[in-house]
């Protein structure tokens, strides 16, 4: 099946530093990959949507300056968030479109602390 | 209008019986509407996806039936067992353009021994 990779899987980090969540499609090519947020016993919310070698597309909301995102390859995506303060504590989530049929794999996820 | 509706928030179901979750959709350029899955602290996982052409899907004990004039889908979880207590996203998506998911609000399920 379909794999797609997070990681790190869980971050603490200090106030004012930067976090770098990488998302890997292990065993497929994605067109096109998504960074999803979500908070406890609350929905995913779309933050942004990248695809290879072009730059993301941030949802209404989204500050692009602080949350960085590179995609690199087909298989690979990173998220970076920039300058981190406590309100940008959450669960971090990526997916990968699979290039053939379009289905979405998700990644098993991010858990980002910041103290 | 992007939003879908899911209900019910939560469900409790007694071991074996059917676990019913209804979503309903406004726009209709959604093209593909799947059911994602997610136990706590993990990524969701995608369980079964209908397309508009057709009004019903199987595979084991998940079945979406979908209701294209009503813009409704459901997904039915046949003999319910404990291991599928999790939360349930349904989620819709056109198919061109950005081609990103909208979730609905998500169904914590409960399955009693």
């Known amino acids: 099946g379909a794999v797609v990779s997070q990681h790190p899987s869980r971050v603490i980090c200090k106030s004012g530093t930067s976090v770098k969540i990488e998302c890997r499609s292990l065993d497929f090519q994605a067109t096109t990959m998504f960074w999803y947020r979500q908070f406890p016993k609350q929905s995913l919310m779309l933050m942004a949507t990248?695809?290879?070698?072009?730059?993301?597309?941030?949802e209404q909301g989204v500050e692009k300056d602080k949350f960085l995102i590179n995609h690199a390859s087909l298989t690979l995506s990173t998220l970076t968030v920039t300058s981190a303060h406590p309100e940008d504590s959450s669960f971090y989530i990526c997916s990968a479109e699979h290039r053939e049929g379009g289905t979405q794999y998700f990644g098993p996820g991010t858990r980002l602390t910041v103290l | 209008q992007q939003q879908v509706k899911q209900s019910p928030q939560s469900l409790i179901v007694q071991k074996g019986g059917i676990s019913i979750i209804n979503c309903a959709y406004e726009n209709t350029a959604f093209d593909y509407f799947p059911w994602y899955q997610q136990f706590p602290g993990k990524g969701p996982a995608l369980l079964i996806a209908i397309r508009p052409d057709v009004s019903e899907k199987k595979e084991g004990r998940f079945t979406i039936s979908f209701n294209k004039s009503a813009k409704q889908f459901s997904l039915h979880i046949m003999d319910s067992q404990p291991g599928d207590s999790a939360t349930y996203f349904c989620a819709a998506r056109v198919n061109t353009g950005r081609r990103a998911l909208t979730f609905g609000s998500g169904t914590r399920l409960q399955v009693q021994p």
């Open positions: 990248s695809n290879e070698g072009s730059k993301a597309t941030y």
